[in-house]
C-alpha cells in the first residue's frame, strides 16, 4: 500500500515497482491499472516512461469489456476500475493478472460507490460517476470485485493519499482487500519479509532516478532491467 501525501510521486513510485514485478523469475500475466477514468492519462504518461524502453507493452482501454487475457496476457493495461467492476463481475476467475493496481484504493470504504451513467453515445468514460451512497452498497459491490481480482493475482497494489489524514482502520480495510494482511505482513515463514526488503532496497537505489532523470534521455537503471536475487 502506497499511501504518500498528494504530489509526492506515489505513480511514479507505483510504475517503477511495476516494472518490478515485471521482471522477477516466472513473471507472467498481465499487469491490470485500475484508476479512476480521469486519471487513465496521467497513469499513462508514468508508465510509458518507465517502460520508455518497450513502450508498446502499455495499453490503455476506453472500456474493460476490451480486456481480453489473451491478448493482454504479458501487458501493462490501463483500465477505469468502475468499468472493470461493471464488466467483470462474476468473472474475476477468468483473469490471472501479474499485478494489479488499484489507484484511490480508499473508494468504495467511505460510503462512495459506483453510479452508472449513461450520456451521449453511451461513452464509456461518462461511468463512474461517484456519489455519496449507503456503504453497505458500495461494501458488497465494488470492494468484492477487486478484492477476488487481488486475490488471482501474484502482487497487489493499492495507491491512496487519504488514508494517512484518517484513522487507521482505513489502511487495515485497503489492505484486507488487498489481501495484504496474510501474505505481506504475517507471512509464517519469513519468505515474503525477505522479497519485502530486497524491493525497498532496490527502490531505494532509484530514487534519484525517478526524482531527476530526463525520462526521454536517460534508461532505466539496471535494477529495473534485470531480475533480483530473489
Known amino acids: 500500500l502506497v499511501a504518500d501525501e498528494g504530489g509526492t510521486g506515489k505513480t511514479l513510485g507505483v510504475s517503477l515497482a511495476v516494472r518490478w514485478t515485471t521482471i522477477q523469475q516466472d513473471a507472467t500475466g498481465p499487469v491490470l491499472v485500475l484508476v ?23 495499453v490503455m482501454l476506453n472500456s474493460a ?28 476467475d477468468e483473469v490471472t493478472p501479474l499485478c494489479v493496481v488499484i489507484d484511490e484504493a480508499h473508494q468504495g470504504r467511505t460510503g462512495m460507490t459506483l453510479k452508472e ?52 482502520k482505513e489502511i487495515e480495510y485497503i489492505l484486507a482487500m488487498l489481501g495484504s494482511e496474510s501474505q505481506w505482513m504475517h507471512s509464517p515463514d519469513n519468505s515474503t519479509a525477505d522479497i519485502n526488503l530486497e524491493w525497498q532496497s532496490s527502490l531505494a537505489n532509484i530514487a534519484n532516478w525517478a526524482r531527476n532523470a530526463n525520462h526521454d534521455a536517460e534508461p532505466c537503471p539496471t535494477e529495473l532491467l534485470t531480475p533480483l536475487s530473489t
Open 117 to 168: 451513467k449513461e450520456e451521449e453515445g453511451g461513452d464509456e468514460e461518462a461511468k463512474g460517476i461517484l456519489l455519496e451512497e449507503e456503504e453497505s452498497f458500495s461494501s458488497t459491490k465494488h470492494a468484492k470485485v477487486l478484492q477476488q481480482t487481488c486475490a488471482k493475482a501474484r502482487f497487489a497494489i493499492g495507491v491512496t493519499a487519504t488514508p494517512i489524514n484518517i484513522h487507521t
Open 36 to 58: 479512476p477514468p480521469l486519471l487513465k492519462e496521467h497513469w499513462l504518461d508514468h508508465l510509458q516512461a518507465v517502460f520508455s524502453d518497450d513502450p508498446d507493452r502499455i
Open 65 to 92: 469489456r476490451f480486456f481480453n487475457p489473451v491478448q493482454h496476457q504479458n501487458q501493462i493495461v490501463i483500465m477505469s476500475k468502475f468499468s472493470w467492476i461493471h464488466h467483470w463481475s462474476g468473472r474475476e
